[in-house]
């Protein structure tokens, strides 16, 4: 299962998005340790405020499990300073990227 999570980054963060890069670089650690797949990292050219989670799960219910656990909950203390989480749009889709060449991109650093 792919998920693709859709985040807005606050105004201050994109004047000066130097801590961002260490958090996002953070969580995607995190991400790819709980789900055990590469997580990917994409803004988007026509509105970079917005950013792009691309990443797998062997499930959609390993992924809703692994929302209120400790270790999400941390990364998203430290993000709700960077984005604007009301704004958080998540959907899962039917398909496996994990062993797709298209995501060599690497967006801000996070890698």
């Not at 390993?62 to 998540?90: C, G």
């Not at 959907?91 to 994990?98: A, E, G, L, S």
């Amino acid at each position: 299962v792919t998920e693709l999570a859709i985040l807005r980054l606050s105004t201050a963060t994109y004047e000066d998005p130097t801590n961002l890069f260490k958090v996002l670089k953070h969580a995607k650690e995190v991400q790819e340790t709980a789900s055990g797949y590469p997580a990917y990292y994409f803004h988007q050219i026509e509105d970079p405020f917005y950013v792009y989670i691309i990443g797998s799960w062997d499930s959609v219910e390993d992924h809703m499990a692994f929302l209120p656990k400790q270790e999400n909950q941390e990364v998203l203390e430290l993000v709700r300073s960077h984005l604007i989480l009301s704004e958080l749009t998540m959907i899962h889709i039917d398909m496996n990227i994990t062993n797709s060449s298209i995501f060599t991109h690497k967006f801000l650093n996070v890698v």
